[in-house]
């Protein structure tokens, strides 16, 4: 039979799944929630608010303020749940066959209801280095809040010396990700009757055009490389995720969106794709001017995080793969915080409970026994930090 987490633990991945913290809701129910927890075992807490004032980071320190200790990261933010066909009440833990179902069980709520259940043990042992805690928001929509709480934390006088950010990795060490760079395309075009075509600029051809541009050069990085073999796909990956344009069969279009990103490995540039794409872009527009002066295509920046590459030679490495028991660490394609808390000067891994297949789909879920095995990293963190 596979192992069962505590009853602390459960209890308190039950209520944090039961805030609804879709990134476009406030968080501040679950976040005050967490202060007065911290508070009822004597640790204070900061708040870093966003600009509205509805969502925030929290950030405590458990332990000595004197000596750099070990940051624990997670968001508190979950995606939403529109359009998605549940079978049980995503806002609501309910357990069956081994697994949890519910919004966040995988992504990250375990992580943080493991972490939290802990406290009583971090606060009542004399820690030699201090475990921080960090919780951000608005991770899911692009890593949002994290660069505040990274602020808040340089101007600190004792900064953590690395950081283990618990996303759903079945609990193996993760040491990199991909990059993401994501842009937005107007293309300006030229209205006129469909009948007389040639006096128009049609919005969607070019944006069609460009949109071919950025599928071919896909095509090359899966052919030509660069390759981190350690990636699954092993190269950068270039899509197009949106397009909007036209308004009737009978209209040259005048106007054409799209949105397209590149995640890209460690060590590729992004930028210079975008070149090879706005050099293109700048072709089609003399051919566009020559028909109507205005036309034309602008890209706009959407957002970005950077890729996550730490040694395997790091402190946080080897301490990371003791604590879980793995032997070797892994790369992974999606996203976290990860490389901002490295950019920040953070050496970071990632290593939590559960997996990213089964996060932001209806009925996520994860195993009970992943939880627990994220309490036995716990637990030897703490007897590896008593005094
Ligand atoms: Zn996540």
Same mark, same amino acid.
């Given at each position: 039979m596979s192992r069962r987490p505590t009853a602390a633990t459960l209890d308190i991945l039950k209520r944090i799944i039961a805030?609804?913290? /879709?990134?476009?809701?406030?968080?501040?129910?679950? +976040?005050?929630?967490?202060? &007065?927890?911290? &508070? !009822?075992y004597g640790i204070k807490s900061s708040l870093i608010f966003d600009a509205t004032g509805k969502k925030a980071n929290l950030y405590a320190t458990i332990g000595s303020h004197e000596q750099p200790g070990i940051l624990l990261s997670g968001h508190t933010d979950v995606v939403p749940i529109d359009g998605q066909d549940w079978s049980t009440d995503p806002f609501e833990l309910v357990e069956k066959d081994g697994r949890l179902f519910g919004r966040g069980t995988s992504d990250m709520k375990s992580f943080l209801a493991?972490?939290? #259940?802990? /406290? *009583? #043990?971090? !606060? !009542?042992? =004399?820690?030699?280095?201090?475990?921080?805690?960090a919780f951000t928001y608005d991770e899911e929509v692009g890593c949002q809040g994290a660069p505040s709480l990274l602020e808040h934390i340089s101007s600190l006088p004792m900064r953590p010396r690395y950081c283990v950010i618990g996303e759903p990795t079945n609990m193996n060490v993760i040491t990199a990700h991909k990059g993401n760079k994501r842009y937005r395309c107007e293309v300006h075009g030229h209205e006129s009757h469909s009948a007389l075509a040639n006096r128009g600029v049609n919005a969607i051809e070019i944006a069609a055009d460009l949109v071919h541009r950025l599928r071919s050069m896909a095509r090359q990085r899966s052919e030509i490389g660069p390759f981190d073999r350690d990636f699954d796909p092993a190269y950068t990956t270039i899509h197009?995720?949106? +397009?909007? $344009? @036209?308004?009737?069969?009978? +209209? /040259?279009p005048k106007h054409c969106v799209f949105e397209f990103e590149f995640r890209f490995i460690p060590g590729d540039d992004p930028l210079?794709?975008?070149?090879?794409?706005k050099d293109h872009a700048r072709v089609l527009e003399e051919e566009m001017k020559g028909v109507s002066g205005d036309a034309r295509?602008?890209?706009?920046? =959407?957002?970005?995080? *950077?890729?996550?590459s730490t040694e395997?030679? #790091?402190?946080?490495?080897?301490?990371? %793969?003791?604590? !879980?028991?793995?032997? $070797?660490? @892994? =790369?992974?394609?999606f996203g976290t915080e990860g490389g901002l808390f490295q950019e920040a000067g953070l050496p970071t891994v990632i290593c939590g409970p559960g997996s990213i297949e089964?996060?932001? %789909?209806?009925?996520?879920? +994860?195993?009970?026994?992943q939880i627990a095995l994220c309490e036995d990293f716990m637990d030897r963190m703490v007897a590896q930090m008593r005094t």
């Open positions: 805030f609804d913290t /879709v990134s476009r809701n406030s968080n501040m129910a679950m +976040i005050e929630w967490l202060q &007065e927890y911290l &508070e !009822s493991v972490v939290l #259940a802990q /406290v *009583p #043990a971090f !606060s !009542s042992t =004399k820690l030699d280095k201090p475990i921080n805690l197009t995720g949106t +397009i909007h $344009g @036209g308004t009737a069969m009978n +209209i /040259v210079k794709y975008l070149d090879t794409l295509i602008e890209f706009l920046f =959407k957002s970005q995080y *950077p890729a996550l395997e030679s #790091a402190d946080i490495t080897s301490l990371a %793969k003791s604590l !879980s028991g793995s032997n $070797g660490t @892994g =790369k992974i394609s089964q996060a932001h %789909k209806p009925d996520e879920w +994860i195993y009970l026994e």
